[in-house]
């Protein structure tokens, strides 16, 4: 398996958070991903309120928003 493939098949988020324009996914190895809200027309329309209401799936592989009907994978982010 690549190194790459490794990186990504690990990646574990511990936070998150908004501005107004990007989501912000800070990683258990240190890294963050910061990507633009735009990519995800839910989360773009969504209220800060309904941003702020997620949890973790997967044990931090991905990140679900039940008032949006919205999943976002870690794996997903990385590649973006």
């Given at each position: 398996?690549?190194?790459?493939?490794?990186?990504?098949?690990?990646?574990?988020?511990?936070?998150?958070?908004?501005?107004?324009?990007?989501?912000?996914?800070?990683?258990?190895?240190?890294?963050?991903?910061?990507?633009?809200?735009?990519?995800?027309?839910?989360?773009?329309?969504?209220t800060p309120e309904q941003?702020?209401?997620?949890?973790?799936?997967?044990?931090?592989?991905?990140?679900?928003?039940?008032?949006?009907?919205?999943?976002?994978?870690?794996?997903?982010?990385?590649?973006?």
């Amino acid at each position: 398996m690549s190194t790459l493939a490794t990186k990504l098949h690990d990646a574990v988020g511990v936070r998150v958070e908004f501005d107004d324009a990007m989501m912000h996914v800070d990683l258990l190895d240190g890294r963050r991903i910061s990507v633009p809200l735009e990519w995800f027309p839910k989360l773009s329309r969504a209220t800060p309120e309904q941003r702020r209401n997620w949890r973790w799936i997967g044990g931090g592989i991905g990140i679900h928003w039940e008032d949006l009907d919205e999943d976002v994978s870690i794996e997903g982010l990385l590649k973006g």
